[in-house]
C-alpha cells in the first residue's frame, strides 16, 4: 500500500513537473543555474552531452591584419539571433565569426576573439578576432560559460533573451547567457544601463553622448587612457547617487575596469600606434556592432593594458550601496587587482558552489573539466587550485 501511495505520488510529481517545465521548449543554450533537482532530473536526460573541448592555446601569428573582408559582411541580427552587453562578441556574431545566431561554444568565442580563423572552402583561412591573449580570452570564456552558460551542451549566448521561451517555462523566461546581471554584464557600465533601470544589454543613446563628451572635455575628440579614467569614475558615481541598487564588488569590479580600457587595447585600427579611439570608430561597435570599414586588428596580444592607470586617476574600493542612494560602502570581502587569487578563491567556492550545491553525472564532470580549463590563467599567478567537487 505504502509503496504504491509513493509510486503514484512520484508519477504525479513527473507529471507536474514535465507540465510546468516541458523538456520540449528547454534551448540547449540555456542556463542551468538555479534549477531544482527535480528539474535537474528531468531536464538532464533529454539535453545532448557535449564534452568540453580542450581550448585553443596562443596565436602564432599575432600581426596586424585586415577584419572587414568580402567573406565576412557584416549582416544585421536577426529577430531571434542573441546579442547583448559585450560589443566585441555582438560585432563577431555580426560579421560570421562567430555564429551570427550568437550561441556558441567556449572554443569558438576564444577563437574568434584572438584570431577568429575560419577556413574557407578553397583551404584559405580568413582572419578576423581581436587579437586578445590567450589567458585572458579563456579566463573570460570560462567564467561566463561557468555562470551564464550550459556546461552539459557546452553552449552559451552572447545575449540573453530566447524565442523559444515561453509562457510554459518558469519566469524569468530568460536562457541566460551575458545579459545575466551582476557576473559579467553589471552597473556603471560604458554604453549600457543599470539593471535596476530595465533593459541592461541594449546600447544606451545617453551614455554614448557621455562617452563622447567625456572624450571631447579629456581627450581633445579622442578615447584614451585619460579619458577612461575620468569616466569610469563618472559611471561610478552616476550609479551611486541614482540606483539604490547599485553593485560595484567582484567580479563585476575587474570586468567594468576591463571595460575601461578594452575600446582602446582593441577598438583602434592596429596600424594606429597612439592608442587613440576615434569615436565614430567606437560608435560602430558598440551601436552599430561591427568592425569599421578597413579596419586592422591590433599587432600584438592585448588584454588589460592600461587598467593600473585607469584605477589610478580616481581610485575606488570594491562595494555597494545599501538600499538607498548615496549609501556606498566598501566591502572588504570581495577582490580587487592588489588580490587577484581572491577573485578565484571566492569565484569558485561563492559563485559556482552557490550555483550548483550538489551536482551529480555528466553535470559535475562537465564542471569540474571546465573549473580546469578557468584555473588555466590562475595557475600563472601561482594560486593554489580549488576542487569544490573533488578531484
Keep these: ?85 559585450c560589443p566585441a562578441l555582438n560585432t563577431l556574431a555580426s560579421h560570421g565569426y562567430l555564429p551570427r545566431n550568437g550561441i556558441a561554444t567556449p572554443a569558438q568565442i576564444i577563437t574568434a576573439v584572438m584570431e577568429g580563423k575560419e577556413p574557407s572552402n578553397l583551404g584559405v583561412n580568413r582572419h578576423s578576432g581581436f587579437n586578445m591573449e590567450n589567458g585572458i580570452a579563456k579566463l573570460a570564456t ?74 571631447n572635455r579629456f581627450g581633445a575628440g579622442k578615447y584614451n587612457l585619460t579619458v577612461a579614467g575620468e569616466l569610469r569614475r563618472q559611471r561610478v558615481q552616476d550609479s551611486i547617487s541614482t540606483n539604490p541598487t547599485f553593485s560595484f564588488v567582484a567580479p563585476r569590479y575587474f570586468i567594468a575596469y576591463g571595460e575601461s580600457v578594452f575600446p582602446i587595447n582593441f577598438f583602434v585600427d592596429g596600424r594606429q600606434t597612439d592608442k587613440q579611439l576615434d569615436p565614430n570608430d567606437a560608435l560602430a561597435f558598440f551601436r552599430d556592432m561591427k568592425y569599421p570599414d578597413g579596419f586592422f586588428r591590433t599587432g600584438q596580444p592585448m588584454g588589460i593594458e592600461g587598467v593600473e592607470a585607469v584605477i589610478a586617476a580616481h581610485p575606488v574600493a570594491p562595494g555597494a550601496n545599501r538600499g538607498t542612494v548615496n549609501s556606498y560602502t566598501p566591502d572588504p570581502n570581495s577582490a580587487d587587482f592588489s588580490n587577484i587569487c581572491l ?32 584555473y588555466e590563467f590562475f595557475d600563472t599567478l601561482a594560486c593554489p587550485q580549488i576542487f569544490p567537487y573533488g578531484q
Design 142 to 215: 570560462y567564467a561566463a560559460l561557468l555562470v551564464d552558460g550550459n556546461p552539459v551542451t557546452n553552449l552559451l549566448s552572447i545575449g540573453g533573451k530566447s524565442s523559444t521561451t515561453g509562457e510554459d517555462l518558469p519566469q524569468p523566461a530568460v536562457v541566460g547567457g551575458l545579459n545575466t546581471h551582476d557576473v559579467f554584464e553589471g552597473d556603471a557600465s560604458m554604453s549600457r544601463a543599470d539593471s535596476f533601470f530595465g533593459d541592461n544589454y541594449s546600447f544606451n543613446p545617453t551614455l554614448w553622448d557621455e562617452f563622447v563628451d567625456f572624450s
Design 1 to 85: 500500500m505504502c509503496h504504491s501511495m509513493s509510486l503514484a505520488t512520484l508519477i504525479l510529481a513527473g507529471l507536474y513537473f514535465a507540465k510546468a517545465f516541458p523538456t520540449s521548449s528547454f534551448p540547449a543554450h540555456r542556463s542551468l543555474t538555479g534549477l531544482s533537482r527535480d528539474h535537474l532530473n528531468l531536464i538532464l536526460p533529454m539535453l545532448q552531452v557535449a564534452p568540453p573541448q580542450d581550448p585553443p592555446g596562443p596565436l602564432e601569428d599575432t600581426s596586424a591584419k585586415l577584419v572587414y573582408d568580402d567573406a565576412h559582411p557584416w549582416i544585421a541580427p536577426g529577430p531571434n539571433d542573441m546579442r547583448g552587453p
Design 343 to 374: 577573485l578565484y578563491v571566492n569565484f569558485v567556492n561563492q559563485t559556482i558552489r552557490n550555483l550548483y550545491p550538489n551536482p551529480t553525472g555528466v553535470l559535475k564532470d562537465a564542471l569540474n573539466r571546465n573549473l580546469d580549463f578557468l
